[in-house]
């Protein structure tokens, strides 16, 4: 098969994979670029269960990657980069570049894209929370790596916490720092993360403060009422201006606004639901393949609620989280669809008359 007659998929997580999958599945050609060392993405790299229904992260990834690593139309480049791009629709070239410095030029006649986000970073823009002064101030990122060992335990002393505060919307909703828009997800992880706490850890009180639960389609069921009902997690609806050390504590400080009263909380261990921003990957591919981006800096689509994987560089699609805020079942979702649109664009192209 021609090299134009293939689709490049860059990016290995669960959007890519499913892009590569799909397009694969179609007869077409694949070339499947991941800059890591594995196949996978964020959910295998830093979670330990899924979202909503808590299954095993590695478990679940690693089957998805093993068999689009196994397809025979699929030709997986890991620890690879995409480091320079040029051509057009139905002829586009790229330049790889290796862990070790090498680089090659290779052909597409498509490209989706599927590089995916990066978690905020607490400590960038304001020390409010003491994200890099606190050993017990952690992110949800820094939870699940813990849960994924089977353990949950205040950084400075190695022991179980008695009370755990969730602070939501940490660099989400927040003009401040300029992310005006909700990364969807963090609700439904904090809860999910609350109910394997209970699970864990019996006697640990857990506490979630919030500004508006946002818990989309089932998450609402399956995890915010279970969390409440089922698992005794407390909800809090309230703003957190700060957290403080008081002996060998923190204390959440802020306003309880359903009573419209001040708050002072004292807590073992404090997680932070970081929101979702482009990744140095994303950015790069925007910037290499000429693509818009949007208000929000994630890349620019141009279909609207119908098209969501189209952007506006023809032969060119974008797939999860490099198109905005997505949970692992809308990335899904998306690597399916740009496949579709990928493989029906090449289709296209053959059919058109020789020139």
Not at 26 to 35: K, Q, S, T
Not at 90 to 95: E, I, K, L, Q, S
Not at 187 to 197: D, F, M, P, V
Request: glycine share 12%.
């Amino acid at each position: 098969m021609p090299d134009q007659d293939r689709v490049l998929v860059i990016g290995g997580g669960p959007a890519g994979l499913e892009a590569a999958r799909g397009v694969a599945e179609m007869g077409r050609g694949v070339l499947l670029v991941e800059a890591r060392e594995r196949l996978g993405g964020t959910p295998l790299e830093h979670y330990a269960t899924l979202t909503p229904d808590l299954g095993d992260a590695r478990e679940a990834m690693e089957a998805m990657a093993r068999a689009v690593a196994a397809h025979p139309r699929v030709d997986v480049r890991l620890g690879t980069r995409v480091v320079a791009a040029a051509g057009e629709a139905g002829a586009f070239r790229v330049t790889l570049e290796a862990a070790d410095g090498s680089r090659r030029e290779e052909e597409a006649g498509a490209v989706v894209i599927a590089t995916g986000f990066q978690h905020f970073d607490p400590g960038r823009e304001t020390q409010m929370y003491g994200y890099y002064e606190f050993d017990d101030v952690i992110t949800l990122v820094d939870a699940e790596h813990m849960m994924r060992e089977g353990r949950l335990v205040r950084p400075s002393t190695g022991e179980p916490p008695a009370r755990v505060a969730f602070i939501q919307c940490v660099g989400s909703r927040d003009r401040q720092i300029g992310n005006r828009y909700c990364s969807k997800v963090c609700c439904g992880i904090a809860s999910k993360q609350a109910i394997e706490i209970r699970r864990m850890l019996p006697d640990t009180k857990v506490f979630i403060f919030y500004i508006d639960m946002r818990m989309y389609g089932f998450w609402e069921d399956q995890l915010y009422w279970k969390a409440q009902e089922e698992h005794k997690v407390n909800y809090i609806r309230g703003i957190v201006t700060e957290v403080l050390k008081k002996g060998d504590r923190l204390v959440i400080k802020g306003e309880d606004t359903t009573m419209g009263r001040p708050m002072e909380v004292p807590m073992d261990l404090v997680v932070l639901s970081v929101g979702m921003e482009p990744s140095p990957g994303t950015l790069e591919m925007a910037r290499l393949f000429g693509l818009p981006r949007e208000d929000h800096g994630f890349i620019a689509t141009v279909g609207g609620p119908l098209d969501t994987v189209s952007t506006p560089v023809p032969g060119i699609f974008v797939a999860g989280a490099a198109a905005g805020p997505k949970d692992i079942e809308d990335s899904v979702s998306m690597g399916g669809a740009a496949a579709v649109k990928a493989v029906g664009f090449l289709n296209r192209l053959a059919a058109l008359p020789a020139s």
